[in-house]
């Protein structure tokens, strides 16, 4: 979600924060730099690392189909968390990175993580061109880049019985959600800088345990940072990114809070890259069936609703078994859409123990 799982970095630095909102999420920002409404964006300068910031990821996730007309879902996440709001070189950096690598097909789900230390070289970010990375996880621009630094990527990863080689094209502009960027995450005020290209094509090649497997589909990158982006009393968050056969698109998320609120967002986008941001309430989520999954009960399958623009959907997942088996672990794979808009997407699901 555009909170992700940078969580997962705090968990491993600061563990007795874990009361305030979900895994620590909600604590209180300190010294770092907190998003201020208005946001202004500076390009290609914004697609590196925020270090004055606590935490922010790289978050990719696509749809992909094979010639024989079988379904796969790839995501790649890296993540960066501060243990202080310093600057440092060399072994003072007090940046961390976290690499999360997935793979899901009908039958399986494959995870694999890296962690790093930063200021050595191991994991970290370039803007312009664009290189992120995780010791040999990468997703770096493709020579030569035209227009935005993101427009052309090159994306790869392995785990120890899955990889990938994949090349990303956006066919679209880069989204801001929210107030032009500016996404609030509780009643609170919690917020953070969130944008995404949600308008890759892509092709390569996933590697599984039978052999490798070329492929085609659609990918949507999601940026985001902030210091505080839940509020205390946020216990999990449910999120989708929906890519419909018309060309819209829709980006949701509902915030679960310990007395059994939600609090949702919505961004709706159309073909064209028109916006249009929706507010708390105007988006309905609604779990309708429930899996056994790494031993707890998870929703797998969701109604959701944008009465707004006519929408009335359900999602199933293309493997009800996609468990990110992680430092802090949660639900994430590729869905399908049936209902007033159908098409393909990508569900993440945190919190449920």
Not at 45 to 73: K, Q, S, V
Not at 219 to 242: I, K, M, T
Not at 251 to 264: H, I, K
Not at 279 to 296: C, F, N, S, W
């Amino acid at each position: 979600m555009n909170v992700r799982l940078a969580a997962a970095l705090l968990c491993l630095i600061s563990p007795p924060v874990f009361a305030q909102g979900f895994a620590g999420l909600g604590t209180e920002a300190g010294g770092f730099a907190v998003p201020e409404n208005p946001l202004t964006f500076d390009f290609p300068a914004d697609h590196g690392p925020h270090p004055e910031f606590r935490i922010e990821w790289w978050y990719l996730t696509a749809t992909l189909t094979a010639p024989d007309g079988t379904d796969y879902g790839v995501q790649w996440t890296l993540f960066r968390s501060a243990l202080a709001p310093m600057t440092a070189e060399g072994w003072e950096a007090p940046q961390l990175w976290m690499g999360h690598a997935g793979l899901t097909t009908p039958e399986a789900h494959f995870s694999a993580e890296r962690l790093a230390r930063g200021g050595i070289g191991q994991a970290g970010v370039t803007p312009d061109p664009f290189a992120a990375w995780i010791d040999d996880w990468a997703m770096v621009a493709r020579d030569p880049v035209s227009g935005d630094a993101l427009d052309a990527l090159a994306l790869t990863a392995r785990g120890m019985e899955f990889a990938y080689a994949l090349s990303l094209t956006a066919n679209g502009p880069l989204i801001f959600h929210g107030d032009a960027g500016y996404s609030v995450k509780s009643a609170e005020g919690q917020a953070s800088a969130y944008y995404s290209q949600p308008f890759y094509t892509v092709t390569g090649t996933i590697t599984l345990p039978e052999g490798d497997v070329p492929v085609t589909g659609s990918a949507w990158l999601d940026r985001e940072w902030s210091s505080q982006p839940l509020s205390e009393a946020q216990e999990g968050w449910d999120w989708v990114s929906l890519q419909f056969d018309d060309g819209a698109r829709l980006m949701g998320f509902s915030l679960r809070e310990a007395d059994g609120g939600r609090y949702t967002s919505a961004t709706w986008i159309e073909a064209d890259g028109t916006t249009q941001a929706y507010p708390d309430g105007a988006l309905r989520m609604t779990p309708l069936a429930e899996a056994q999954v790494a031993g707890r009960s998870v929703p797998v399958e969701w109604r959701v609703e944008l009465p707004d623009r006519g929408l009335d959907v359900t999602t199933t997942p293309l493997n009800p078994q996609s468990w990110m088996d992680v430092t802090v672990s949660y639900w994430e794979g590729p869905i399908r859409i049936a209902g007033t808009h159908p098409g393909r997407g990508y569900l993440e699901m945190t919190g449920y123990e």
